[in-house]
């Protein structure tokens, strides 16, 4: 498994290099690369998080700003996941485990705010379109 591991991190950059994609922290990827998950480096930090999206906040964001943070936040839900079993795997505790509860708890309040404004609209035909798109995320 290590090896697997080892000859990943050596892969991973020559691959993403020949696809044209830079391999730097700051630099966003696209596609299953940002859902890679490289084991730490010994002197790394432990990850620093803020806090969950409160529905508060949540209210004064645009429909589409909802759904690119929805998104946004499933992406780091499934990473988070992929980290956790590779901790589990190496039998080490994850660093951090509140961010699958602060990231579960933001979606929760995404739907719970759609589900608000769903009560706005008069419209039954938009009301029902709306109710399954909500039901289906």
Do not use: C, N
């Amino acid at each position: 498994m290590l090896s697997l591991v080892r000859s990943m991190q050596q892969s991973l950059p020559t691959l993403l290099h020949r696809s044209g994609a830079a391999f730097t922290t700051s630099t966003s990827l696209r596609g299953l690369e940002e859902l890679v998950v490289l084991p730490p480096k010994e002197d790394a930090k432990p990850p620093v998080t803020g806090r969950a999206w409160q529905a508060a906040d949540l209210r004064k964001k645009s429909w589409d700003d909802l759904h690119k943070l929805w998104f946004v936040l499933l992406k780091e839900r499934t990473r988070l996941h992929g980290e956790k079993l590779m901790y589990r795997s190496r039998q080490d505790r994850m660093p951090d485990p509140s961010r699958s509860t602060k990231v579960r708890k933001s979606m929760a309040r995404i739907k719970a705010v759609l589900t608000e404004r769903l009560a706005e609209h008069k419209d039954p035909a938009v009301r029902l379109q709306l109710k399954a798109f909500i039901d289906g995320l």
